[in-house]
C-alpha cells in the first residue's frame, strides 16, 4: 500500500504533473530565479514586477532583499487564491518562500562581486525568465505582477510576458529616485530580454499539463 502511494507522486501523464514534477519543478525555477537575481544585485541593477519593488525597497533602505521580496508579494495571494485557485497559491507561496531564503545565501556561496551592468542584464534576465518558465509550467509564479500577468492570460489571451512588461515600465520608472540613467537604461534591458523570452516560450496552447 505504502508503496502504491509512493508510485502515485511519481507517476505522470502527458496532461498532468505528478506531485514530484511539481516539487522539482518549483525548487528548479526559484534557484534559477535566485542566480538571475544573485547577477542583477552584482550589476547593481532592478528589475520589474514585485522583484523590482522589492530592490527599491533593498537599495533605499538597506533591508535584504530575501525580506523585501517576501513582503511586497503579501497582499498578492488573495488575488491567487480567488482568482486561480488554491493549489496555485500554495505552490506559489512555496516558490516565493524558497526564492527568498535561497537569495540570503546563495549570493554569499557563488561570490559574485562584480558583473558589468550589460552582462548583468542580458545572462541576469534570461536565467530569471527561464526559472519563471519553470514555475508558469507547473502552475506557479515568483508572485505579485506574475500572478496578475497570468491571471490577465488566462481571462483575456493577452500574453503574460507583454503584460509584465508594461507593470515593469512603470517600476523601472520609479528607480530614477535610487539609480543613474546608464544602471536604469541596463535594468530596462534585463527587463525586456527577460520579458520577451517568456512572451515567445510561454504559451498556454503550446504546453497544456496541470
Not at 2 to 16: I, K, M
Request: aromatic share 12%; hydrophobic share 55%; proline share 2%.
Amino acid at each position: 500500500m505504502a508503496s502504491n502511494a509512493f508510485a502515485g507522486l511519481l507517476n505522470s501523464s502527458a496532461d498532468r504533473h505528478s506531485l514530484f514534477d511539481d516539487a522539482q519543478g518549483i525548487v528548479a525555477g526559484s534557484m534559477l530565479a535566485v542566480l538571475g537575481v544573485t547577477l542583477l544585485s552584482g550589476a547593481g541593477l532592478l528589475a520589474g514586477g514585485t522583484a523590482g519593488l522589492a530592490f527599491l525597497v533593498h537599495y533605499a533602505t538597506g533591508i535584504s532583499f530575501g525580506l523585501c521580496f517576501f513582503a511586497v508579494n503579501l497582499p498578492f495571494y488573495y488575488v491567487a487564491f480567488r482568482r486561480l485557485g488554491p493549489a496555485f497559491t500554495i505552490k506559489t507561496f512555496v516558490a516565493i518562500g524558497l526564492t527568498s531564503v535561497l537569495s540570503e545565501f546563495v549570493p554569499g556561496f557563488i561570490g559574485v562581486t562584480h558583473v558589468h551592468p550589460v552582462a548583468g542584464a542580458l545572462f541576469g534576465g534570461l536565467v530569471i525568465a527561464a526559472g519563471m518558465l519553470a514555475l508558469f509550467r507547473h502552475r506557479a509564479s515568483l508572485g505579485g505582477i506574475g500572478i496578475l500577468a497570468l491571471y490577465i492570460q488566462d481571462r483575456f489571451g493577452w500574453r503574460a510576458g507583454l503584460v509584465q512588461l508594461g507593470f515593469d515600465g512603470i517600476v523601472l520608472a520609479l528607480s530614477f529616485f535610487v539609480a543613474s540613467p546608464f544602471i536604469i537604461a541596463c535594468s530596462v534591458l534585463g527587463a525586456v530580454v527577460l520579458n520577451l523570452t517568456l512572451a515567445i516560450n510561454h504559451r498556454k496552447d503550446r504546453y497544456i499539463a496541470m
